[in-house]
């Protein structure tokens, strides 16, 4: 019932070789109709394209996100059917102002977001962990005054985001990806048991 509230992805987190295109948390708040969000970066080069070249205003449908199988882990892409407006185009370059990195530029390539009417979702040609709200506010987007916050980061993102952020509306939300937390979850072959903490 008190918002803002960050749900932060951790088992597709970039910084830690996560593919920054898993779609299930964005998929889930879809189908919980959660409203007054903001999610990203998505990185997803051939959607920024799309939306480039439809331009600001325009209404697009895409297959958004899940482009990257992750064989090692046994899953496989799943890209998202979304349509909305592209709110905003930029060139996905900030100053870096947070406490972690201060003034140094951040480089996310191209970048635009879509508006789904319930949700700004910022979609990035590169991979870039959000550990500064520059990568919402960058594009127009205050995270501080939406209600939900969708990220990918597992603790990077404390250092930007701790301050505005009550402590007890910070939810790790953890779903497959490469940078699971849950161990049970990994395929080993090359470990010897029994071995902490998977025994």
Not at 115 to 143: N, W
Request: with cysteine.
């Amino acid at each position: 019932t008190d918002y803002p509230v960050v749900m932060a992805d951790h088992g597709d987190n970039t910084a830690s070789g996560g593919t920054q295109d898993v779609m299930s948390v964005i998929e889930e708040a879809i189908k919980q109709e959660l409203e007054d969000a903001c999610a990203g970066p998505i990185c997803d080069p051939a959607c920024v394209e799309q939306m480039i070249k439809a331009g600001v205003g325009a209404e697009v449908t895409l297959e958004l996100g899940g482009k990257i199988d992750m064989p090692a882990m046994g899953l496989k892409g799943k890209p998202l059917k979304i349509t909305g407006k592209v709110k905003a185009i930029t060139d996905g370059q900030f100053v870096v102002t947070g406490p972690m990195a201060t003034g140094t530029t951040v480089r996310m390539g191209r970048t635009a977001v879509l508006d789904t009417g319930k949700m700004q979702i910022v979609v990035s040609e590169k991979r870039a962990e959000p550990y500064d709200l520059g990568v919402f506010t960058h594009c127009g987007i205050d995270p501080r005054r939406k209600k939900y916050v969708l990220i990918k980061s597992r603790q990077h993102f404390r250092a930007g985001f701790d301050e505005h952020f009550m402590p007890d509306r910070i939810l790790e939300v953890d779903v497959p990806g490469l940078t699971t937390v849950m161990l049970d979850r990994v395929p080993w072959r090359a470990v010897p048991r029994p071995i902490w903490p998977l025994d």
